[in-house]
């Protein structure tokens, strides 16, 4: 089982291979490609996620006193983005994710590459990932 | 003909990258950019000028008052008004809008009607039904047509005895449809009503005489044509103006102040409390000379050939799809690509330094009714060139094959 602080280390690595933003660009629609699609009925108004410009929505649940989320995006940018965030917190113990520290992401270089309305966006996923293991933590 | 490198010449901010890319700014109807002339007159006012308007004998305050009501009179010949009294100074169009709904809420009662359109911008929606959530008055609303215009029949249909005011805008911010407002405006003093037309993206783009327009209120903002932010305009026919109670109380509004009663000024002052955004005010006017001087129908003639020049060029790019396809357009191409969301497009072009606008735009009835989470939004000022159509149509192709 990786964890979280090994995950994070892949995915800064993944990045250093990239030169420019564009390569950067087209892996982050890669993985929105790639990203496991979310079950048609979580795909509902309650877990759209506020504060995004585009529609995100998010489910989490416990399996094996671990959290599993599924998301989908109708920007397939903002996929690549939130499939990072599940690849690093997804199946971990509530507790972890609730410490998790998420500072790869500024070590990739994804905010600078949002503008501030677009970073906002970035931080209510993140924050909606830790609500979801607050509420599950017991 | 118009010189458009010297023009370009007057933008300093034209000159910078973004990303390191040159500057392709076509997010002219979100705001436009500046020229140098009115940069330095807001700094210029800052470094001999500054001095309070309308209120002090000294010579400072003397020479702000005067340049500040020079800009009023600049905006009444610019306009076509028929008093420098009738041209109110706000924030902003929105600002303007609000003024006339908060006044309108004790002029109307249950039963009467406000006319306003599918298309308008959040800020000529707002502003009326809190109006009318307070006054008892209902909200009608003109449909669209498939083609991104106003479905005149309705309109007809909706104008009644009971309607007390039309607003509706010149020119759509999001689809760009420039609307028959002399034919609104006709139509609906025949019955009687009022009419308020937000102007913000036709003030620079089309040719405006108030007196032959005829309308009872017209708003537009300084930032959209080449001025200052936090400058507006109200304009509003004396006699309208005179029956809609002030808007904000203070300073400078006022004939005499006693605490067993309050009478206001005249026109203008009374719809100006407090001290104005004078710097701005007074750089509004370089701005106005800017427009004047190249001439808004050379201008708008420009603007038509890069519309047309941007359209066949966009079509040409499989799976587009043009929201707002009359053929009376302003310079504004509103679009989506066939599988893609406008967001990530924004974001890639982007990269490439092109400015668009992404999103619903303020006006999500207008997203409903095509039923679409937004667009992608090109807009056109007068500084731009076929060769940075040409820069944003390669970026929006790169785009696509990215992320197709």
Redesign the interface.
Known sequence: METIKNIQAEIIEDFEMFDD??QK??FL?DLGKELAPIEEQYKIEDNLIKGC???VWLHAEKQDGKIVYTADS?????KGIIAILIRVLSKQTPSEIISADLSFIDTIGLKEQLSAT?ANGLVSMIKKMKLYALAYQN | MLDINKIRAQFPILNRKVNGKELVYFDNGATTQKPQAVIDAEANYYSNENANVHRGVHFLSGLATDKFEETRNTIQAFIGAKHNHEIIFTKGTTDSINLVANGFRTLLNKGDEIIISEMEHHSNIVPWQMCCEISGATLKVIPLLNNGSLDMDSFEKLLSENTKLVAVSHVSNALGTINPIEIIIEKAHAKGAQVMIDGAQAASHIVLDMQKLNPDFYCFSAHKMFGPTGVGVLYGKEDSLNALPPYQGGGEMIKEVNFSGTSYACLPHKFEAGTPNIAGVIAFKAAIDFITELGVETIAKYEDELLQYATSEILKIEGVKIFGTTKNKSGIISFNIDGLHPYDIGMIVDKLGVAIRTGHHCTQPIMQKFNIPGTARISIAVYNTKAEVDVCINAIKKAKQMLS
């Open positions: 933003w564009m660009y087209e629609i410009q585009s529609r109708d920007a397939i940018m903002t677009r």
